[in-house]
């Protein structure tokens, strides 16, 4: 089972414009709305998951109007925690590479020796904790397959 997930499954996606999250909903919400229809029961769902259906969908194109692009994580139980580190380090590397706007050389303070603000430190600090990490977690339970070095 751990090789066809593997196979079938990426951890991540490449980016993906938003639209796609809207699309699938769209989708989906249309195939129940052709769908026949059932009586509707005290949940106000007509049992084939319309209104589910509708909330992903207000939900979905709510999120359009604040993000432009996703990425599709594999749910394997470590996805919450595969998505927030993705996209930790996605922050990282984008404040590397387009900087925080600031010109730091006009700053009176610069001897300040606070790294709190440093994308790079930062980004070290923790490739090298997840680095370290893989050993660890999996004596406390993890499968080594569902993290994927």
């Not at 999250?21 to 129940?32: E, F, P």
């Not at 440093?118 to 893989?134: A, C, G, M, T, Y």
């Amino acid at each position: 089972i751990e090789n066809e997930i593997k196979s079938s499954q990426s951890l991540t996606s490449t980016l993906l414009p938003i639209e796609v999250l809207v699309r699938q909903y769209t989708t989906a919400t249309n195939k129940n709305n052709n769908t026949s229809t059932s009586t509707v029961n005290n949940n106000n769902n007509d049992g084939n998951g319309h209104n589910e259906q509708q909330g992903f969908l207000r939900s979905a194109s709510f999120l359009s109007k604040k993000y432009n692009s996703l990425r599709k994580i594999r749910g394997d139980g470590n996805c919450y925690y595969r998505a927030f580190l993705y996209s930790l380090c996605e922050h990282l590397l984008r404040s590397l590479v387009v900087g925080n706007g600031d010109d730091s050389s006009n700053n009176e303070n610069n001897n300040n020796d606070d790294d709190g603000d440093d994308p790079l430190k930062e980004f070290n600090r923790l490739k090298k904790f997840v680095s370290q990490s893989l050993k660890w977690v999996c004596q406390y339970g993890f499968d080594e397959y569902t993290i994927d070095m």
